[in-house]
Every structure is written in structure tokens, then in C-alpha cells.
Nanobody, 125 residues
Framework: QVQLVESGGGLVQAGGSLRLSCAAS????????MGWFRQAPGKEREFVAA????????YYTDSVKGRFTISGDNAKNTVYLQMNSLKSEDTAVYYC??????????????????WGQGTQVTVSS
């Protein structure tokens, strides 16, 4: 069993930056897929970014490309989401997810085995 704990959310003005962290209770092994998703009120959970651990291949939804960066620290078993140039439409609860295997369709939430509790990001315009 892996537990994921997100942190770093908060209130920021449009154009500002935040860095989210996701700390895993156990070791993240090469080949795992780590993802960030978000869910705004009244909307479905949507894919934001993913990284293949050990390979460092990264994937982003179109709306965050060039603004968000996903990365990982193997020694700390932690995944980060650096969010720059934030917009009001980025407001949501952000969730970290882990799949202890290769996930080809990484944008589908159902493919991930473990989830964090979420952290709120609010961008004021």
C-alpha cells in the first residue's frame, strides 16, 4: 500500500506561481506512472500532467503546456508540479496519483491505483 500526501496549494493571484508536492510513503520504482489531476466544482476530474518514473518522460494536457512542469525527486520519493502563469481557470482541487506499473493511457483516472487527498488551488483574477 502506498500513501500519497499533497501539499503546496493555496490562494494566488492570476499570473502567479505555486509548487505542489506529492510525497509517497514508500519507494517509487522505475516504471511507475505518477500523475496530477484536478477537479473543479461541478466538473469531472481531469488530467493535468504525468511522468514515467526512472525514464522522466512527461506528458501534459494542452491547457497547461508551457506553464506547468512535472518533475520527481527519486531520493525523496516526491513528485512536484510547478505551476507558473496561473489563470483563474486553474482553480481546482489538485490530486496526486500513482500507478505501480506502466500506464499507456495515463490521462484516465481509473488507471491509477493510489490517490492523495487533494490540495486546493485558488487563483484570483
Amino acid at each position: 500500500q502506498v500513501q500519497l500526501v499533497e501539499s503546496g496549494g493555496g490562494l494566488v493571484q492570476a499570473g502567479g506561481s505555486l509548487r505542489l508536492s506529492c510525497a509517497a510513503s514508500g519507494r517509487i520504482f522505475s516504471g511507475w506512472t505518477m500523475g496530477w489531476f484536478r477537479q473543479a466544482p461541478g466538473k469531472e476530474r481531469e488530467f493535468v500532467a504525468a511522468i514515467r518514473w526512472g525514464v522522466s518522460s512527461t506528458y501534459y494536457t494542452d491547457s497547461v503546456k508551457g506553464r506547468f512542469t512535472i518533475s520527481g525527486d527519486n531520493a525523496k520519493n516526491t513528485v512536484y508540479l510547478q505551476m507558473n502563469s496561473l489563470k483563474s481557470e486553474d482553480t481546482a482541487v489538485y490530486y496526486c496519483a500513482a500507478g505501480p506499473y506502466y500506464i499507456s493511457d495515463y490521462a484516465r483516472p481509473i488507471k491509477y491505483a493510489y490517490w492523495g487527498q487533494g490540495t486546493q488551488v485558488t487563483v484570483s483574477s
